[in-house]
């Protein structure tokens, strides 16, 4: 896949397929994408946690639904009346069925910083794109930390950055609604736009 496609068309995949597999290869080579991304003073601090046991993810995908649950009402507030954004059907989708994504990536540091964390998130959000996978950056399980490291035998002083489902999207790709370019870039001074060439 040409490398701008991957770039517009990866975007949060919450609706994956429970029944078909990811093969063992195709992760080693995201998570070698994702090694590649810079680190501060190339510490590498990542470390990354696949889960694929059928136990360990439904329970993990339990806390994460808990933990979404939590939160939800702030969203819906957020969002004013009216029938639940695509958003907010399809962040219900992945809180009611996490568990059941074929594998679930977690990020994890000693460091108590995710900035080397999340660029490398990224490298493997396009690597998958680029084999077919969906994937997901997911935060809420963090209200519910302690639980899932308690699930997956993560010691305390680890620190865990996102839940990252991977699988085959049910969805259709499309391109991740933005945006333009021109609104958000300033020139020289805070405020001073310009016109694409
Ligand atoms: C820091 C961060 C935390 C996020 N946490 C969650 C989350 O906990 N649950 C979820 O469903 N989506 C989460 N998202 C995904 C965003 O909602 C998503 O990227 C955004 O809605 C754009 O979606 P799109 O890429 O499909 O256009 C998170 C994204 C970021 C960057």
């Not at 068309?9 to 609706?15: D, L």
């Not at 136990?55 to 808990?66: K, Q, S, T, W």
């Not at 790709?173 to 020289?188: F, I, L």
Request: charged share 25%.
């Amino acid at each position: 896949m040409e490398l701008f496609e991957a770039i517009r068309t990866t975007r949060a995949m919450r609706r994956l397929d429970p029944n078909r597999p990811v093969a063992e290869r195709d992760l080693w080579t995201i998570l070698e994408a994702a090694t590649k991304a810079p680190s501060g003073g190339n510490r590498q601090v990542a470390r990354w946690l696949v889960v694929t046991d059928a136990r360990r993810r439904a329970e993990i995908g339990r806390l994460y639904g808990e933990a979404w649950g939590s939160v939800r009402g702030s969203y819906v507030a957020a969002q004013g009346e009216g029938a639940p954004s695509a958003i907010l059907r399809s962040a219900d989708h992945l809180a009611a069925h996490m568990g059941e994504a074929p594998v679930i990536i977690i990020p994890c540091s000693r460091a108590g910083d995710p900035a080397s964390i999340y660029p490398a998130c990224q490298n493997l959000f396009l690597a998958a794109r680029g084999l077919g996978l969906g994937t997901a950056l997911t935060t809420v399980h963090r209200l519910k930390e302690a639980e899932v490291k308690a699930v997956l035998d993560i010691p305390e002083d680890v620190q865990t950055w996102a839940m990252i489902p991977v699988g085959y999207p049910l969805g259709r790709w499309g391109e991740a609604r933005r945006r333009p370019v021109e609104e958000v870039t300033y020139w020289d001074r805070y405020g001073e736009r310009r016109t694409r060439a």
